[in-house]
């Protein structure tokens, strides 16, 4: 994955978390993810799609979402709260949104974000792309941003070329 689309996200998240949150977010060194189950209890998956496509996680501890959407709506919410989940995936909305405003001439669209609860939950992305995990801590604890994308060109690319190998 190019480098270049790990930048917009960095960016985005201290962005979001000190405007919206007035949260400073420090975000460790980015990892290759190994395995399938997802970072943390609490997971917001967005998609992308356009010039850009694969699909973005926000994976939080659950304590920790509980103090970010406390911060972030004013007020407490459960885990089991239809807040709770709403809250959490419009942060994944926001921080994907941000990201791709800053991905230069290349154009992004995101999915309507979902949530997930619970621990030791799967999240599949595509097998041919390398999933890169941004640590991040603040005040209110741990979380981490997978990114899953591959400019859409390199993808019709190896489209192309496994169409090839198997004629």
Do not use: W
């Amino acid at each position: 994955m190019d480098p270049a689309r790990i930048t917009p996200f960095i960016k985005s998240v201290q962005n979001v978390f000190a405007t919206m949150l007035q949260l400073p977010v420090e975000v460790e060194d980015p990892q290759i993810k190994q395995g399938k189950s997802a970072t943390y209890d609490v997971t917001a998956i967005i998609g992308m799609s356009g010039d850009c496509v694969g699909s973005v996680v926000l994976s939080f501890e659950q304590e920790s979402a509980l103090r970010i959407v406390a911060l972030f709506t004013g007020t407490e919410a459960s885990v089991d709260s239809p807040d709770f989940a709403d809250a959490v995936g419009e942060l994944v909305n926001m921080i994907s949104g941000g990201a791709k405003a800053l991905f230069e001439g290349r154009k992004a669209s995101i999915s309507t974000p979902s949530v997930v609860l619970g621990s030791n939950h799967v999240v599949s992305t595509q097998t041919d792309v390398p999933t890169i995990v941004l640590p991040c801590v603040t005040d209110c604890g741990r979380f981490a941003i997978e990114i899953a994308i591959q400019d859409q060109v390199e993808s019709a690319d190896a489209d192309s070329q496994s169409a090839a190998t198997t004629a």
